[in-house]
Nanobody, 114 residues
Framework: QVQLVESGGGLVQAGGSLRLSCAGSGSILSIASMGWYRQAPGKQRELVAH???????NYADSVKGRFTISRDNAKSTMYLQMNSLRPEDTAVYYCHAYVIRHYWGQGTQVTVSS
C-alpha cells in the first residue's frame, strides 16, 4: 500500500516562493510516475507538473519557467519548487502517483495574496 503526505503549503505574497514536498511510503515509488495537481474553488483539478520514474518532466503552460518538479527516489519524496507565485496559483495542491493504480495525497493549501 502506498501513502502520500504533502507538506509545505501556506500563505505567501505575490512574487514569493514556496516549496511543496510529497513524502511517500513504499519502495515502489522509485519507479512510479508522479505529479502535482491543483484544484481552485469552483474549478476542476488540473495537472501542474509531472515527472516520470526516469526523471523526465513536463509542466502546465501556466507554470512553465516558474515551477520546478523534482524527486529524490532514495527518500521516496517528490518536490515542487514554486517561484514568482501569483494569486491565480491559489489552490489546494495534491500529490499523485501511478504505479499499477492511482494514489493521491490529502492535499495542501497554497494561498497567494495580491
Amino acid at each position: 500500500q502506498v501513502q502520500l503526505v504533502e507538506s509545505g503549503g501556506g500563505l505567501v505574497q505575490a512574487g514569493g516562493s514556496l516549496r511543496l514536498s510529497c513524502a511517500g511510503s513504499g519502495s515502489i515509488l522509485s519507479i512510479a510516475s508522479m505529479g502535482w495537481y491543483r484544484q481552485a474553488p469552483g474549478k476542476q483539478r488540473e495537472l501542474v507538473a509531472h515527472i516520470t520514474g526516469g526523471g523526465s518532466t513536463n509542466y502546465a503552460d501556466s507554470v512553465k519557467g516558474r515551477f520546478t518538479i523534482s524527486r529524490d527516489n532514495a527518500k521516496s519524496t517528490m518536490y515542487l519548487q514554486m517561484n514568482s507565485l501569483r494569486p491565480e496559483d491559489t489552490a489546494v495542491y495534491y500529490c499523485h502517483a501511478y504505479v499499477i493504480r492511482h494514489y493521491w495525497g490529502q492535499g495542501t493549501q497554497v494561498t497567494v495574496s495580491s
